[in-house]
């Protein structure tokens, strides 16, 4: 029987740790020129929490990111983990008054900032840079193999590991306080809901600030052991350059990015024909792209991908097939599979070399199927227009509404716009104690 973790291996820096202990030598990361083995990187990540603390910082203090894709930004964050810091990812396009508002909200005792933006932050704010200079968090971790030792002590999975800020276009940002376990559970559903494999090669386009290229590809599939690519922006030219070069089979993108990549000349000319995964959300797919994907890659599986606060629609090319409820179970080669079902939601123990599910891990929800949540939402909104009983009285609350407010899950993929694929208890975010303006209201 295998052994539970500890409650300090439930962590996100865990994550990391138990993969470099099983593929030591496998290849977690390709940024440019830097190749960067689970071991490697393993290592470097406690080199940068050592960093972090010999900057003054303790257990519990706010550390921002402000920069772009990166080797050093993923580092930044797992360093913040293992030294028990809250990371807290910046917009890299914040700047003026929204990017002083989003440092003084948060409490942000250092900036971890690429040079070529440092200039922007604000006056007497502690700054270190990430990479590409002289004294930046990069060229400090840099040492021989073995130099950095696991250190003591660490978060426990009840800890806050990062504060997630909304875009802020209804009311100014708010941050949710996603702690280890909670993303933890994000991971283990992504992992099982989303088909990702060790023996996948995703690529990571989109920025590593927004919560679904990290918490919902990246950091799943460092945990089950692939090799991953990170690369600045999503511009077609490098990303069809890698899929033909097999460096790329997995790639999540928005319908947006999608129709670059089609409209390419690339696409036609390349050989694409290893790429088998095409994750997307945030919008339907229009149906004469999706058409073309499937008549260019026609062992190409898509993945749709959408938050719980809010279904999506779908387009006409997707309503004209019918896809069986069990689809998310079933295999999707040539084929469109819907991300959702039931998930277990597993102790990250079972990530582990031979491990097997705890016992007494509690079964998440089903994923609402996408007909019967906008027929849900419609009953709900039609519920809350109906006019009280009587004048005066307070309406009346509808049963599935409160449910759906008061579920963490659903509080989380609301607050922080992860596009969740399953529910996951205890995944649960709170509004950041430091914020003392009144919510607005939602329409």
């Known amino acids: 029987m295998p052994t539970r973790p500890s409650a300090r291996e439930n962590t996100v820096d865990g994550v990391l740790r138990r993969s470099a202990r099983r593929v030591p030598g496998r290849t977690a990361l390709r940024y440019g020129e830097r190749v960067w083995t689970y071991r490697e990187l393993d290592e470097a990540v406690t080199g940068a929490a050592r960093v972090l603390l010999e900057h003054g910082l303790r257990s519990g203090d706010r550390v921002a990111a402000y920069g772009h894709n990166s080797d050093a930004y993923l580092i930044g964050f797992l360093g913040c983990a293992r030294a028990g810091l809250v990371h807290v990812p910046v917009h890299h396009h914040l700047t003026g008054e929204d990017l002083r508002y989003l440092l003084e909200q948060s409490g942000a005792a250092l900036v971890l900032a690429d040079p070529l933006l440092e200039h922007r932050l604000p006056g007497g704010v502690r700054a270190l840079p990430l990479r590409d200079a002289t004294g930046s968090l990069l060229e400090r971790i840099e040492a021989p193999p073995g130099t950095f030792t696991v250190l003591a002590g660490g978060p426990d999975e009840g800890d806050l590991a990062q504060l997630l800020y909304t875009s802020g276009t209804t009311a100014l940002p708010k941050g949710a ?3 280890h376990g909670a993303l933890l559970h994000a991971y283990t559903s992504a992992v099982l809901a989303l088909d990702l494999k060790e023996t996948d090669r995703p690529l990571h386009a989109l920025p590593l600030y927004h919560s679904a290229q990290l918490h919902v590809f990246l950091m799943p599939y460092l945990a089950v052991g692939a090799e991953n690519t990170v690369i600045d922006a999503p511009d077609p030219y490098r990303i069809l350059e890698l899929v033909s070069a097999g460096h790329a089979d997995s790639f999540f993108a928005p319908p947006t990015v999608w129709i670059a990549l089609a409209g390419h000349p690339g696409f036609a000319t ?41 279904p999506p629609g779908r387009s006409p090319g997707e309503r004209s097939a019918r896809w069986p409820r069990s689809s998310a179970r079933t295999s999707t080669r040539g084929g469109r ?48 227009q109906r006019p009280s009983a009587t004048a005066g009285s307070a309406p009346a609350t509808s049963r599935s509404a409160t449910a759906r407010a008061t579920s963490p899950s659903s509080t989380g993929s609301r607050t922080s716009s992860t596009p969740a694929v399953c529910s996951s208890p205890p995944a649960r975010s709170r509004t950041s104690s430091t914020d003392t303006r009144p919510s607005p209201r939602r329409r």
């Open 337 to 384: 599979r819907r991300a959702g079902g039931r998930c277990c939601s597993w102790r990250p123990g079972s990530w582990t070399s031979g491990a097997a599910r705890c016992p007494t891990a509690p079964r998440a929800k089903s994923s609402t199927d996408r007909r019967s949540c906008a027929r849900a939402t419609g009953r709900n909104r039609r519920r809350r």
């Open 270 to 310: 390349r050989d694409l024909s290893a790429l088998r995964k095409a994750y997307y959300g945030a919008s339907v797919m229009p149906a004469p792209v999706l058409e073309r994907l499937r008549a260019r890659l026609p062992g190409l599986a898509f993945y749709n991908c959408f938050g719980l606060g809010a």
């Open 177 to 179: 306080m996603m702690t």
